[in-house]
């Protein structure tokens, strides 16, 4: 595709994100590219960083067309962003040409809008907070009681492009000879620092289609969420409950260090989400997982109470660490979101208490970085669960780093640890 086709194809899939405000950004363009397989890898990963540039930038873009007194449209979204941030050396007038799969020529105000912004900083001194920073207004209180005076660094850090982590399947290989798989096919990784499973690549790579991926020799899985597989400390002979699984990445990691012994049982409320965990734990080589859909009036928790040796609960969240991943995320949040999902998780923490074996451990964990999501879930469910108490340091799993849980609690952000953010507190049911 010519750069002016590969332009107008990142308008279009922008407006097709605005349509649908509420759909995730990242489901919107598998079904965009799915419908359009003419364009090739290359030039899906142009159109990508397109729009995700933009995705991450929207509410200062918006301001700036604001500003001038326009109306923010998608198309004009992007020609804000050559404007105040240009991809290399680029010109306007030769990307809107109205040529063939190019995006029509500016109009007046069009160029007027691009002259007056044009190498401008992204960031002014008039934004109002919330927008400079790239937040909902409604959020930005709670973002600043979470971090402090860090406030700025850490949403900085949720500016840049995520790692590509992998999990090295213990199952099948190990790090240096997984790692050296990957660079057999010209795929450079390093060890990461945190999990004692993980690789970090070096930008996008190719992973899925790779012989050690296909294999099941490496799961992608960013390396905070293999902390949160560590914080359980599930051992051989184990019986482990994961009880929102989803399509099962952390019950691949528990059943590895499980070593294929003991059981394991992977659970949600989606019955899409755990079928397609069935070719991940074949590919993996896992055998010691069976899968269950929670449904309403369900016997099979009560059957089950007080039996499992840990319970990991991976509860629904706002998904503030994963802004990284997911920048549009940020746009859709609403209060109202929140408010229902603390209940959610509230409710699901009790629930999956009573399935924890005396002298067995719950772990609760969230890719959010928010205190009402965290910390104050736990000293909630802690008042209202008195049989539970936090681990004690020495109870900590030595899979996780020294330090790294303080009071029972894991706290993660992309500043600090260079993982998505996650949250996961490790609790013991007295015995």
């Keep these: 595709m010519t750069p002016s086709a590969r332009l107008s194809a990142a308008i279009d899939l922008l407006s ?22 003419y364009i090739g890898g290359g030039d899906r990963r142009a159109i990508s960083a397109r729009v995700w540039r933009v995705l991450r930038h929207w509410r200062r ?52 809008l691009y002259d007056q912004i044009r190498d401008k900083e992204m960031t002014h001194p008039d934004m109002p907070r919330a927008v400079a920073l790239e937040v909902p207004d409604w959020l930005l209180p709670r973002l ?9 660094a850490e949403l900085a850090a949720m500016e840049g492009e995520a790692t590509l982590d992998l999990r090295v399947n213990l199952l099948k290989s190990d790090r240096p000879t997984a790692r050296a ?10 060890e990461t620092t945190l999990s004692p499973w993980g690789l970090r690549l070096a930008g996008r790579q190719p992973v899925t289609s790779c012989a050690a991926f296909r294999s099941g020799m490496v799961e992608i899985q960013d390396e905070g969420s293999q902390l949160v597989v560590a914080a359980v400390g599930a051992r051989p002979g184990m019986r482990v409950l994961d009880y929102c699984a989803g399509a099962a990445g952390k019950t691949l990691g528990m059943a590895m260090t499980m070593e294929n012994r003991g059981h394991i049982v992977a659970c949600d409320v989606s019955e899409p989400r755990l079928e397609g965990a069935v ?40 998904g503030t660490g994963t802004w990284r991943r997911n920048p549009d995320a940020r746009l859709r949040l609403r209060e109202q979101d929140l408010l229902e999902l603390t209940a959610k ?12 074996r005396p002298g067995g451990r719950m772990v609760y964990a969230t890719c959010s970085v928010l205190r009402e999501e965290n910390g104050d879930q736990i000293t909630a469910f802690l008042a209202r669960n008195p049989a539970f ?17 303080q009071g029972g609690q894991v706290c993660l952000t992309p500043r600090q640890h260079h993982t998505d953010g996650f949250f996961a507190a490790i609790m013991q049911r007295d015995s």
Excluded: K
């Excluded at 108490?389 to 849980?405: E, K, M, N, R």
């Design 61 to 112: 873009l918006q301001w700036w067309i604001e500003r001038v007194d326009m109306n923010p449209t998608p198309r004009l979204l992007a020609l804000a962003m050559m404007a105040v941030e240009p991809l290399g050396r680029e010109n306007p007038d030769d990307l809107f040409t109205g040529e063939r799969y190019a995006p029509l020529g500016l109009t007046g105000p069009e160029r007027r």
């Design 181 to 190: 798989a990957l660079e057999a096919e010209g795929i450079a990784a390093q």
């Design 144 to 152: 600043e009681r979470t971090f402090g005076e860090g406030l700025e």
């Design 345 to 356: 998780q509230a409710d699901i923490m009790d629930r999956a208490a009573a399935l924890v």
């Design 389 to 405: 108490s936090p681990v004690t340091p020495d109870g900590v799993h030595d899979d996780l780093p020294p330090g790294l849980a």
């Design 279 to 318: 070719r991940r734990l074949r590919r993996a080589g896992v055998h010691n997982a069976e899968r269950h859909l929670l449904v309403s009036g369900d016997r099979w928790a009560r059957r089950r109470s007080g039996s499992f040796d840990r319970v990991l609960v991976d509860a629904p969240c706002t």
């Design 16 to 37: 097709a994100m605005e349509e649908t405000p509420q759909r995730p950004a990242d489901a919107l363009a598998n079904a965009f590219f799915r419908e359009r397989r």
